[in-house]
């Protein structure tokens, strides 16, 4: 399945079953595009989780991975979806990994090129965690 904005193959991954209420719909299969970061429901996904890595090095592998990914998709509407980003961040923080760390290296990695400014929403990120 590809993305409909820039057409790159998105990765989908189920969402494990304590994080859909962090998400629109308490979605059960999602999928994220490694270029855009765009953040879509999808029908299918397999059962395992993905290789994180293949958004960025920077994401983490496994339910924290997933946990990040679900985040990063989340930071285009910030504004409407504060609460929930800000549980998963912290979340991924208690899991080990720096979310901030990993914003900056999306920001950093040329790849990567989401609709959104990815260094604002580091700072709104900061204040959100650390306020």
């Known amino acids: 399945m590809t993305c409909p904005n820039c057409g790159i193959e998105r990765l989908a991954f189920a969402v494990p079953t304590d994080l859909r209420e962090h998400l ?17 429901p999808v029908e299918d996904a397999p059962a395992d989780l993905p290789d994180f890595a293949g958004i960025s090095d920077a994401v983490p592998d496994g339910e924290a991975g997933a946990t990040m990914a679900l985040a990063i998709g989340l930071l285009d509407s910030l504004a409407l979806y504060r609460s929930e980003i ?8 208690r899991a080990g ?19 959104f400014d990815l260094d604002r929403r580091r700072t709104q990120i900061e204040q959100l965690l650390y306020g």
């Open 86 to 93: 800000g549980a998963l961040l912290e979340r991924v923080e």
């Open 24 to 40: 629109p719909d308490d979605a059960e299969r999602m999928a994220i595009c490694p270029r855009c970061l765009d953040l879509a």
């Open 97 to 115: 990994t720096d979310p901030l760390l990993v914003v900056d290296r999306l920001a950093a990695d040329p790849d990567v090129e989401p609709r």
